[in-house]
């Protein structure tokens, strides 16, 4: 009787440090789950605050060029083309990066570039104009993101 | 439209009227009436006229200090709309577009287009 007593008391405590056992195992996946998304979030976080800059800076510097080339527009179909391929290299890099209302003006350049004809044509002005007028207001888009991230930092 | 686009836009309306030769800048060297009193440096003055309004745009390079007796030289592009006797009635925020406009009127007003196809077709003979 007393031997069925510290029997089923044994197998009670076994039952409860394995039930524990599990329970916490659970709970360490969890925490181990959301300390990786933690990571993942503070990793593009950071890889977007050291990437941001350049990519801005790589918008203005394609929207300045393809004006430049407008200028002798047609014969310089092929340096705008050039650029624009640059342009689109930057944009797909940037539009990974970022959310909401800027992303979606990346992805309407994007789809605007990919309109164009080739090579370009003496009726591709008026679109080429449009994409560059885009990548301005873009820029500025990302000059007042830029100021959020300041200010949100600085918070 | 927020406001800065709306500017954006008039300076990209301005950039394609200039590149296609709708909107006629003209070269001004008088500048001592904007550097007056200054040690900013303008070399050119660009004017327009266009919707009944006078347009004068340049580039003005000015010291900016960094310590008592330390600057280094910058500059930013200035776009105006000016009255007949050349008072800046108001002026556009600056904004980088207003470089690529300096850069469409430079080409213009300096006649480089003909002077490439004159080059060109006199090489071809």
Partial sequence: MNDAL?????????????????????????????????????????????????????????????????????????????????????????????????????????????????????????????????????????????????????? | MKEESKFIKAIAKLIQLTQDGDLKWSINKNTKQITEGTNNIIDVVYTAHEENEHLRLYEMKFKNWLEEDTFEWDNQAFLEIIDELGNAIWTFPSNRTLWDLLEAVRYQTSGVDDFINRLLSKAKK
């Fill in chain 1, 6 to 155: 510290v029997q089923s008391t044994k197998d009670l405590s076994n039952n409860t440090f394995s039930y524990i056992g599990s329970i916490a195992s659970i709970i360490g996946f969890l925490i181990s789950a959301w300390v990786l998304f933690k990571i993942r979030i503070i990793e593009s976080h950071f890889l977007f605050k050291v990437r941001f800059p350049t990519l801005k800076r790589q918008v203005g510097k394609h929207s300045a060029t393809i004006s430049r080339h407008l200028n002798s527009f047609p014969d310089s179909a092929n340096e705008i083309e050039i650029e624009l391929k640059k342009c689109q290299a930057d944009l797909k890099n940037l539009k990974s990066k970022l959310n909401g209302s800027s992303k979606t003006s990346v992805k309407e350049i994007l789809k605007n570039i990919n309109k164009l004809p080739s090579p370009l044509n003496e009726y591709s002005k008026q679109s080429i104009r449009e994409v560059h007028l885009s990548l301005v207001l873009l820029e500025q888009d990302l000059d007042n993101l830029k100021e959020d991230l300041q200010w949100r930092s600085n918070k």
